[in-house]
């Protein structure tokens, strides 16, 4: 290894210990870090020679692997969620769960569809937590990509857990998104976010669960300007990076997490948090304006105005509304259906319910405005962790977090800038750190 590299290692793990862990002991707190460590059968390691992959020499793959094990144990976050881990290989599956066993993790592995050969791990620890149940997501769609959810107790003796009638339950998620490798693969990307939430809001129905923080870590393969990171704002999740930077959605230059084959640095890498008391639209309805978003983000690259993109919708009827015929043949010309990657006859249906507002078949200019051009949502919900207008149900004690800190590795990344003698991976390692509050919830009646 070059001696500034070794000089890199010394100084960001010092840092990550000293930044992310260091209060531990005088106020308990919990540890996140998500990293996508680059499968050996991705990393090229020669550029003039695509066919020439790191899986191919076993000394090469072994080492940089025992270097990201090295990293990751001595920072000993709570949670570990990784991407791209090479599941196939069942050589350095038994070194992570033997090295993560021995220090104290238990762990859970979950290679993507049709024999892709990479996955994902998820680690808790087992001082930290109580797994409670984990669930396989498989979105069975063109990226054969999956994600994990773990149901998790905290365990670990924080003076914020203490007391009657408590919940003291996380649940978390890992996934790797599809890469959009051309337009028609954004709003695969949009589903599997869509799958994910109806997942957890499922299992969070099925099992009758008290109000819980949900973390959803990962590589999402997308930016903050991008149609997932406002899908998710709108389901009133925070960056957990940007919370503890103060940052905006406007302030998407500030920092990057990967550079990809392309040859370009993007932040796509985030802990996204989502305490109980949040407000939260209607998921559908939410999934719906993420939609139409990416509808009018088209329409308006074609340069059409207001009015233009309410003809094009017409398509040629000679009264002035939109019909189910023209809404389906719009959607179908700009790409968004028609081919196997896109929306389905229910997805658009649902659409077409949302965009209709009275119900009486056809949408009119007003109501084109209102969902499509300038939506004004109004179909919100109180969370869960609210108490209800109504005045029902047992007021009840939560447990959340608070953002403390958040840091990226190198810290070359933090400023925008990707550091040519880093070679771990080609993403940077994301570590929050939460702090338990107690939040007062409402257990709604059924």
């Given amino acids: 290894m070059r001696s500034k590299e070794k000089s890199r290692i010394s100084r960001i793990g010092s840092y990550a210990i000293a930044s992310s862990l260091g209060d531990h002991h005088s106020q308990p707190c919990i540890t996140c870090t998500t990293f996508n460590i680059l499968a050996p059968i991705y990393k090229r390691l020669n550029q003039k020679d695509p066919s020439c992959r790191e899986s191919d020499h076993r000394a090469y793959w072994l080492t940089r692997n025992h270097k990201i094990l090295d990293w990751l144990l001595c920072e000993r976050s709570s949670i570990i969620c990784l991407q791209e881990f090479w599941v196939r290989n069942q050589e350095l599956v038994n070194i992570y769960e033997k090295r993560l066993g021995d220090a104290g993790y238990i762990s859970f592995k979950l290679g993507r569809t049709n024999n892709r050969g990479d996955g994902l791990l998820t680690a808790v620890r087992k001082d930290y937590f109580r797994v409670l149940n984990y669930r396989e997501l498989l979105f069975n769609d063109c990226g054969d990509r999956v994600a994990q959810m773990l149901h998790v107790q905290l365990v670990a003796p924080f003076p914020e857990c203490r007391g009657t009638n408590m919940a003291q339950e996380i649940l978390i998620v890992n996934t790797h998104l599809l890469f959009p490798h051309d337009a ?135 009264g002035d509304y939109i019909s189910y015929s023209g809404f389906c043949g719009a959607l179908r010309q700009l790409n968004l259906t028609g081919h196997e990657h896109g929306l389905t006859a229910e997805e658009i249906m649902d659409l077409w319910v949302q965009a209709d507002i009275d119900g009486n078949g056809v949408v009119d200019y007003e109501e084109f405005q209102q969902r499509i051009w300038n939506p004004t949502w109004s179909s919100r919900r109180v969370e ?63």
């Fill in 184 to 318: 028609k693969l954004c709003i695969v990307r949009l589903q599997q976010v869509y799958k994910i939430l109806q997942s957890v809001e499922s299992y969070q129905k099925e099992n009758k669960l008290n109000p819980m923080p949900i973390i959803l870590c990962g590589d999402w393969n997308g930016s903050k300007r991008g149609h997932v990171y406002k899908f998710l704002r709108s389901q009133g999740f925070v960056s957990s990076y940007d919370t503890a930077h103060q940052y905006t959605d406007a302030d998407a230059h500030k920092w990057v997490s990967h550079r990809n084959h392309r040859g370009n640095i993007c932040g796509v890498d985030f802990i996204w948090l989502l305490n109980p008391v949040s407000y939260r639209e209607v998921l559908k309805a939410s999934w719906s304006e993420a939609v139409f978003g990416m509808f009018k983000y088209l329409l308006r690259r074609a340069s059409l105005t207001e009015k233009d993109a309410f003809a094009f919708l017409k398509d040629d009827n000679d």
């Fill in 384 to 446: 869960e962790g609210s108490k209800p207008e109504d005045g029902k149900g047992e007021q009840t004690q939560s447990i959340g977090f608070s953002v403390k800190n958040a840091v990226l590795f190198p810290s070359e990344v933090e400023k925008g800038k990707w550091p040519e003698d880093y070679s771990l991976s080609d993403h940077a390692r994301l570590t929050v750190v939460f702090s338990p509050i107690r939040m007062p919830c409402a257990q709604l009646t059924t």
